[in-house]
């Protein structure tokens, strides 16, 4: 097998051993819902192996269904969550035997397939590329409905580095052109392409996302009980559901405490904020007398080499992450700490942009000047327009398969069961161009 071979192979088997791990538990918790923003953790399981089929098996290699008659139970848009768990979906033992035979047939059609032909699907694994980084999506997507479902031992936890590094609040980000999106990462999503120039003024952007501290803050001066940092839609948000604080916060006493996959502990005042909606974020950056930043404005601060001319794959570089440079890929079931990893900063000096909690930017997801739907249109281009906000970075349960400076993510601004967090921008001043 050539490298780029193995490579595949392996991480096919990565994914699927954490997809297996995080459902390696009895069949009743993982065919209840836990929530009806998400689905039964069995429905995820059968539907990365049924997208796998659908992609790998019948698009890209032409063999036929496997299991025509589950098709319409597995596409999420024919089956909203709210209704997954009324369906007749596969049980665990059975889905885990439909999962391992559609895999067993994608390696052999990985080991028989050329990856030099020009079909898109094949050219560069990029079917390969796009199981497996759904596959992660779901595990995260799992990882969130685990948080949800509240019961201790199920999820692994790990070490984490210190919160190290000092620095300024802000860094700085001179006017000028830089390109946006990505014309050549052979995996990149169809909304990521293609690259285009983009030219914004001077602006500040915070060094590090911004931390429960400084949330805790916000909540203390009266931020959930003043319209004026809040947006219309925000404001009604807020009353209509009660909110004082990000989701699994509690107050005991003087003190936060928060809920982690079933654990209450004290809020570690250190981290990142994280599980608070866009309407919180939007709230807390006006609060701060800042600004949530524009997408661009997040992709040119985490990637743009401007001494070079080009665009960075990570902020740090071309080199894949490592436990060093970011917290990714569940190594830790939570954020590390602020200022963890300064050998991860961006060319203007912005830290931890990716991995710890996806970020909120103000921009609503839509498609690039020139964009193409590929290789479907219900990937991203159904989700254009008002409705869903970008999110940005990667969370400390994103796979570094699916984290990349072009990244893009989207959800609806009222999302808090993600594992999201945000930091803030603001345009420079005249005096401070
Ligand atoms: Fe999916």
């Known amino acids: 097998m050539t490298d780029l071979k193995e490579r595949i192979a392996a991480q096919l088997t990565a994914v699927r051993d954490r997809s297996l791990g995080y459902t390696a538990a009895e069949d009743d918790l993982l065919v209840r819902q836990h929530s009806p923003l998400m689905s039964p953790l069995v429905w995820d399981l059968a539907h990365v192996g049924n997208y ?49 035979g ?30 497996i980084q759904h596959e992660h999506q779901h595990d995260e997507t799992m990882l969130a409905t685990l948080q949800l479902a509240g019961r201790p031992g199920v999820v692994r936890d790990g070490d984490l580095p ?62 959930y009980h003043d ?104 190594r830790a079931a939570r954020p590390a700490p602020l200022g963890a990893y300064p050998g991860g900063a961006s060319p203007y000096g912005a830290e931890q942009m990716v991995g710890d909690v996806w970020e909120w930017t103000a921009t609503w997801f839509d498609g690039y000047p020139g964009f193409r739907a590929f290789p479907y249109r219900e990937y991203s281009e159904v989700f254009f327009g008002k409705e869903y906000r970008v999110l940005r970075g990667g969370s400390w349960a994103a796979d570094p398969a699916a984290v990349r400076t072009t990244f893009r993510n989207w959800d609806y601004p009222i999302r808090r069961q993600i594992f999201t967090g945000f930091r803030c921008a603001r345009t420079a001043t005249p005096e401070e161009r």
């Open 52 to 100: 796998e089929e659908l992609w790998v098996l019948r698009a890209a290699a032409g063999i036929s269904p496997l299991r025509p008659e589950i098709d319409d139970i597995y596409d999420a848009f024919k089956t909203p969550r709210r209704d997954r768990p009324t369906l007749p979906f596969l049980r665990p033992a059975e889905a885990r035997d439909y999962i391992g």
């Open 162 to 223: 210190p919160g190290l590094s000092a620095g300024p609040e802000e860094v700085y980000v001179p006017a000028g052109e830089f390109l946006m999106g990505t014309d050549s990462l052979p995996w990149a999503y169809d909304n990521e392409r293609p690259a285009h120039r983009v030219d914004l003024p001077a602006y500040w952007i915070d060094r590090l996302p911004v931390g429960n501290a400084a949330y805790a803050a916000f909540i203390e001066d009266g931020g």
């Open 227 to 330: 319209a004026r940092w809040w947006t219309p839609e925000g404001w009604r948000w807020r009353q209509e559901n009660g909110v004082f604080a990000p989701l699994f916060w509690t107050r005991d006493g003087g003190a936060w405490w928060r809920t982690r996959f079933g654990r209450p502990e004290p809020v570690p005042m250190d981290e990142p904020v994280q599980h608070v909606c866009w309407y919180e974020a939007d709230a807390y950056a006006r609060w701060a007398g800042k600004r949530l930043p524009s997408e661009a404005e997040w992709e040119k601060a985490c990637g743009w080499d401007a001494a070079a001319g080009r665009a960075r794959p990570y902020p740090w570089g071309e080199q894949d992450p490592t436990p060093e440079l970011a917290n990714l890929g569940h």
């Open 102 to 131: 559609v895999r067993g047939r994608v390696l052999d059609v990985l080991d028989a397939v050329d990856l030099a032909d020009p079909d898109p699907l094949r050219r560069d694994g990029f079917v390969f590329g796009l199981v």
